[in-house]
């Protein structure tokens, strides 16, 4: 029991109202809420700054790797396209080389079968009617390992203008002999046709079924 004038009772604080129920409040942060206090200090920014940084770090790389691959793609398509075209090219000469080139060397007179074509005069048979005729003197060489087979009707006579001619049976004395020629041999002889043109090149059949071979009329 607390004595009076004790000298260790604290004196009661002024104009303090006793709390109700004798209970103390809770007990207070030191300067909280008082004027002046100063405030508390911000959040650190460092560690969201250092992921941030490193968000976009990451970002850029990205971009770089993405531009790389961009790059890369590119090349392998040019790289695909030159690929494309030395085979598209290759494909091309091996076609040169097949059925329709051994074709157009036989037409130009340069497979086994040597043709020769220059004009001739015309010199009439007793077979001749009234007609008009022009005649070409040709020569077969057969350069061939086969034989080669030779008749008037297998060959043709085309003139200035594109028209071709077939060729008259027997109204030339020099007409060309139906013959087989072995490999060496070679005949000379004419091809006629009705009517009178300037001939432009002749056209010669092997079997009339063979690979043409034609030559300019000289």
Known sequence: MTQPNDPNQQPPHANQRPYPGGQQPYPQPSGYGFPGTPPPPPAKKRRFLKFAG??????????????????????????????????????????????????????????????????????????????????????????????????????????TDGTKHTVELGVDEEQIDTVDLAPGENISGTVTGKGTFTPKYVTYTDGLLGDPVRVDVS
């Not at 691959?69 to 000469?93: F, R």
């Not at 097949?98 to 220059?118: F, I, N």
């Not at 009439?124 to 008009?132: E, N």
Request: aromatic content about 4%; some cysteine.
């Open 54 to 159: 490193f968000g976009c770090a990451g970002v850029l790389g990205l971009v770089v790797l993405i531009a790389a691959l961009s790059a890369s793609g590119d090349g392998s398509g040019d790289g695909g396209n030159t690929a494309a075209d030395t085979s598209v090219s290759a494909s091309a000469g091996a076609k040169e080389k097949g059925p329709d080139a051994k074709r157009k060397e036989s037409e130009q007179g340069g497979g086994p079968v040597k043709v020769t074509a220059e004009r001739a005069e015309f010199s009439k048979s007793i077979l001749a009617d009234g007609s008009d005729y022009t005649s070409v003197r040709v020569t077969v060489v057969n350069d061939g390992d086969d034989e080669v087979s030779v008749n008037p009707l297998y060959f043709t006579i085309t003139d």
